[in-house]
């Protein structure tokens, strides 16, 4: 059973990075093609150097009208002995260079294969994570129109920017300088800023918003799969930087934590600057994580018991 457990911990593991490898796998394969190839070169230059010869000497029997046969005795040598001698160099030289550049060929034509489908497979997932970023937004959508519709416009507003009836709205343009993650204390040691340090951050808000709903999304899905994670695998998949105490926290689901659910903090974390990044008016956010589990047991155990 551990071995099974650690078997599927490890497909996980390489499903969820198998982009990465594949392109670094093609990569390293063209250089060692490349290598190969280099080899098979030196190899041909013999090759060709032997076909040289061969084909002087059929020139200089052709010449002289005779040839030595396999008695050793002189015999006749006519043109077209010459020609069909001639063919049969040609043909054996031409089949020892594709037996030299064989390997090199195999294994540059697995390399590219291997960045394509590393490629496919990264193409896949953007239009996955399209499509469920499309229901959500419809369903968002609905769920605002049907809030409006019984409560009034007013009310759906404050409901969605999250202010009481003493707050102002604010207005687009209008600055707010994020609060830092020490002076909000609804925020736990778990939250970060996600901002320009991240190589997955961009200026678009809208983009922004919909690559860390997506991430949500899909780390939830490979919760409820692998029963357990922890906090530094989500902080290293958004580029994000690792703590000490993410190696042990994280999240446990299984028969004891069945409501456990990976929630960013993207709506949660009650401040005018994640209100602003929500509606598009802000592009960086203050995530704070909900974990809260020791992941230790759950990882010695493969999480689900």
Request: glycine share 6%; net charge neutral; charged share 30%.
């Amino acid at each position: 059973m551990k071995l099974k457990e650690l078997f599927n911990s490890m497909k996980i593991k390489f499903d969820k990075n198998s982009p990465e490898i594949l392109v670094f796998a093609g990569v390293a394969g063209m250089v060692g093609a490349t290598v190969l190839a280099c080899r098979a070169t030196i190899k041909a230059k013999a090759v060709k150097e032997d076909k040289i010869a061969q084909l002087d000497m059929i020139d200089t029997c052709e010449q002289d009208g005779k040839t030595i046969d396999e008695n050793n005795e002189e015999v006749e040598y006519t043109p077209e002995d010459a020609k069909k001698d001639r063919r049969t160099v040609k043909v054996k030289a031409w089949l020892k260079y594709g037996k030299i550049f064989a390997p090199a060929v195999v294994l540059g034509a697995a390399s590219i294969s291997a960045i394509l489908f590393g490629h496919n497979i990264l193409k896949k997932r953007y239009i996955s994570l399209g499509s469920a970023y499309t229901a959500l937004d419809k369903a968002y959508s609905e769920y605002r129109k049907r809030v409006a519709d019984k409560y009034g416009e007013d009310a759906e507003r404050d409901i969605r920017y999250g202010y009481g009836s003493k707050d102002k709205p604010l207005e687009e343009g209008e600055e707010d300088k994020p609060i830092d993650p020490k002076e909000c204390l609804k925020c736990s040691p778990n939250a970060q800023y996600f901002d320009e340090t991240s190589d997955y951050w961009t200026d678009n808000a809208e983009q922004n918003k919909f690559f860390l709903l997506g991430q949500q999304n899909v780390w939830n899905e490979i919760l409820h799969k692998k029963g357990y994670l922890s906090l530094n695998e989500v902080l290293l998949a958004l580029d994000l930087r690792p703590t000490v105490a993410g190696q042990t926290l994280g999240w446990v689901f299984n028969k004891k934590h069945p409501d456990t659910f990976v929630d960013f903090g993207i709506t949660s974390i009650p401040t005018p600057a994640n209100r602003r990044f929500v509606n598009g008016y802000e592009n960086v956010v203050l995530l704070d994580f909900n974990a809260t589990h020791d992941v230790r047991e759950a990882f010695e155990y493969g999480g689900k018991r």
